[in-house]
């Protein structure tokens, strides 16, 4: 099932293609973005049961996450002149979701409960942001030695696009269900991230006065992922979950060095780069994961070159030249040289670089900016007016 709904995708009809790229663009002045456009906040406590624990987070968005699964399905529909594919999603993923360890196999229960989805769609939402997100992260430290760590999170590739509006169709769903989360234990905060919601993992984090995290899917080895699905529906389940691993290293790790060497070293499911900040001088680097257990590449922030008080990472490797059509690393490495330090290394300097095109495109869901040193992860809705790129 995962792998016709992730080969479907790849098939979606051309008809209604988006139009081509402007040209790139380095802006100086959309920071900062409208009020209207922050992202709010819930509290998650992990001393209450799981299976109740996501009920701030979900019950106000319940009726956005239907309407994501029901714009999923008519997406499917439209593909397959059938509703079978989505007719068997509860036979099969429930299943899959079973696997999963505790809390997490009894917290998608609970999603599922609060969100009155069956728990085959809740899964299915949980695997499908595993494996399609396209980001772009950066990490940039300013001359005073603090780190500054801020993303563009780009979903819905080839999953539909909109003619009338010129839009990604899910990331048009996705947009309202975006919420910041602050995870408590014992009273004292443990972490914050960023969220769909329905998604239990982390794909944007921060563990206060420790580290900052983000996660990029790598494409070039993107039918990896599916070979890790397939292994642990087969039973092969000495890897991690994407957000399981996330998780468990915001939840657990205690310092920036334990976080880099879990998130180096554990087996995964699905390829990925890790983007990992830290709260001293020169901490900081892109984990470059293939499946298997270590690391493929560690690019450290120390050893980058002529630019060594920022790292920029799209999801193609940093030591190989990105796809042409989907090249955002070089308007993004060309703008933050423009700036420079004093005004890249800044919330308003990367926010405005990573509101350039086409680093900022049709596919941005949000923007999120983080400060380990403060404790400060702040998000905002994205949509990009024409003319903007694609993706």
């Given at each position: 099932?995962?792998?016709?709904?992730?080969?479907?995708?790849l098939?979606?009809?051309?008809?209604?293609?988006?139009?081509?790229?402007?040209?790139a663009?380095?802006?100086?002045?959309?920071?900062?973005p409208p009020?209207?456009?922050?992202?709010?906040t819930a509290?998650?406590?992990?001393?209450?049961?799981?299976?109740?624990?996501?009920?701030?987070?979900?019950?106000?968005?319940?009726?956005?996450?239907?309407?994501?699964?029901?714009?999923?399905?008519q997406?499917?529909?439209?593909?397959?002149?059938?509703?079978?594919?989505?007719?068997?999603?509860?036979?099969?993923?429930?299943?899959?979701?079973?696997?999963?360890?505790?809390?997490?196999?009894?917290?998608?229960?609970?999603?599922?409960?609060?969100?009155?989805?069956?728990?085959?769609?809740?899964?299915?939402?949980?695997?499908?942001?595993?494996?399609?997100?396209?980001c772009?992260?950066?990490?940039?430290?300013?001359?005073s030695?603090?780190?500054?760590?801020?993303r563009?999170?780009?979903?819905?590739?080839?999953?539909?696009?909109?003619v009338?509006?010129?839009?990604?169709?899910?990331a048009?769903?996705?947009?309202?269900?975006?919420?910041?989360?602050?995870?408590?234990?014992?009273?004292?905060?443990?972490?914050?991230?960023?969220?769909?919601?329905?998604?239990?993992?982390?794909?944007?984090?921060?563990?206060?006065?420790?580290?900052?995290?983000?996660?990029?899917?790598?494409?070039?080895a993107?039918?990896?992922?599916?070979?890790?699905?397939?292994?642990?529906?087969?039973?092969?389940?000495?890897?991690?979950?994407l957000?399981?691993?996330t998780?468990?290293?915001?939840?657990?790790?205690?310092?920036?060095?334990?976080?880099?060497?879990?998130?180096?070293?554990?087996?995964?499911?699905?390829?990925v780069?890790?983007?990992l900040?830290?709260?001293?001088?020169?901490?900081?680097?892109?984990?470059?994961?293939?499946?298997?257990?270590?690391a493929?590449?560690?690019?450290?922030?120390?050893?980058?070159?002529?630019?060594?008080?920022?790292?920029?990472?799209?999801?193609?490797?940093?030591?190989?030249?990105?796809?042409?059509?989907d090249?955002?690393?070089?308007?993004?490495?060309?703008?933050?040289?423009?700036k420079?330090?004093?005004?890249?290394?800044?919330?308003?300097?990367?926010?405005?670089?990573?509101?350039?095109?086409?680093?900022?495109?049709?596919?941005?869901?949000?923007?999120?900016?983080?400060?380990?040193?403060?404790?400060t992860?702040?998000?905002?809705?994205?949509?990009?007016?024409?003319?903007?790129?694609?993706?």
């Amino acid at each position: 099932l995962v792998l016709s709904l992730f080969c479907l995708s790849l098939a979606a009809p051309r008809s209604a293609q988006p139009p081509p790229p402007p040209t790139a663009q380095c802006v100086a002045d959309a920071y900062p973005p409208p009020p209207d456009t922050l992202v709010p906040t819930a509290r998650v406590n992990l001393d209450e049961p799981p299976a109740t624990r996501w009920r701030q987070v979900v019950a106000p968005r319940a009726a956005g996450m239907r309407a994501l699964l029901g714009q999923f399905r008519q997406f499917l529909f439209n593909l397959t002149g059938s509703d079978s594919l989505m007719n068997i999603v509860d036979k099969e993923m429930v299943p899959l979701s079973q696997t999963l360890p505790e809390p997490f196999r009894s917290e998608l229960a609970g999603v599922s409960a609060l969100s009155n989805l069956s728990l085959g769609e809740v899964t299915l939402f949980n695997v499908f942001y595993e494996l399609f997100p396209l980001c772009t992260s950066i990490l940039a430290e300013d001359s005073s030695g603090r780190l500054f760590h801020a993303r563009n999170m780009d979903f819905g590739l080839f999953l539909g696009w909109n003619v009338t509006n010129s839009s990604w169709i899910i990331a048009d769903y996705l947009r309202p269900l975006l919420v910041n989360v602050e995870f408590y234990r014992g009273g004292q905060l443990v972490f914050l991230s960023s969220h769909y919601a329905g998604y239990i993992g982390v794909l944007t984090g921060l563990r206060p006065h420790q580290f900052s995290l983000s996660v990029n899917s790598r494409v070039s080895a993107k039918t990896q992922s599916l070979a890790g699905v397939v292994e642990w529906l087969l039973g092969i389940r000495d890897q991690y979950w994407l957000g399981v691993a996330t998780r468990a290293v915001l939840e657990n790790a205690t310092d920036y060095g334990q976080a880099k060497q879990r998130l180096a070293n554990w087996k995964l499911i699905a390829p990925v780069y890790f983007i990992l900040g830290g709260a001293k001088h020169l901490e900081g680097c892109v984990i470059t994961r293939d499946r298997a257990a270590g690391a493929a590449d560690i690019w450290e922030r120390a050893a980058a070159g002529n630019h060594s008080w920022y790292l920029l990472q799209t999801n193609y490797d940093h030591w190989k030249s990105p796809n042409p059509i989907d090249n955002r690393r070089g308007p993004g490495n060309a703008c933050m040289a423009k700036k420079g330090q004093d005004e890249a290394a800044s919330f308003s300097g990367l926010f405005n670089v990573l509101s350039s095109i086409p680093v900022l495109n049709k596919l941005t869901v949000y923007t999120a900016l983080m400060r380990v040193d403060d404790a400060t992860l702040v998000a905002y809705r994205r949509q990009c007016p024409d003319p903007c790129a694609p993706w």
